[in-house]
C-alpha cells in the first residue's frame, strides 16, 4: 500500500500495526480512539505540527 495524505490513519495501521511507532512520535498518542482513526494523515500533521510529506517519506519507505 502507498500511503497518501488523504490516506485514514485507521486504514494505515489496520494495513501495518507496526506504523503507530511513527504516529507515536509525532504525538499522537491515542491511536485508538474512533475520532484518531478516521483522521487523514494530512489531518493529523496539521493538528500535530508535523511535516506531512516527511511523515509519508518514513511511512512509504517503512512500507516498502
Do not use: W
Not at 500495526?17 to 507515536?24: D, G
Amino acid at each position: 500500500m502507498k500511503y497518501t495524505k488523504e490516506t485514514l490513519i485507521g486504514e494505515a495501521l489496520d494495513q501495518d500495526l507496526s506504523l503507530s511507532k511513527y504516529f507515536m512520535e509525532m504525538g499522537m498518542h491515542c491511536l485508538g480512539c474512533p475520532a484518531s482513526r478516521g483522521e487523514s494523515i494530512e489531518e493529523a500533521c496539521m493538528v500535530h505540527g508535523v511535516d506531512c510529506e516527511a511523515l509519508l517519506k518514513r511511512l512509504n519507505a517503512h512500507a516498502g
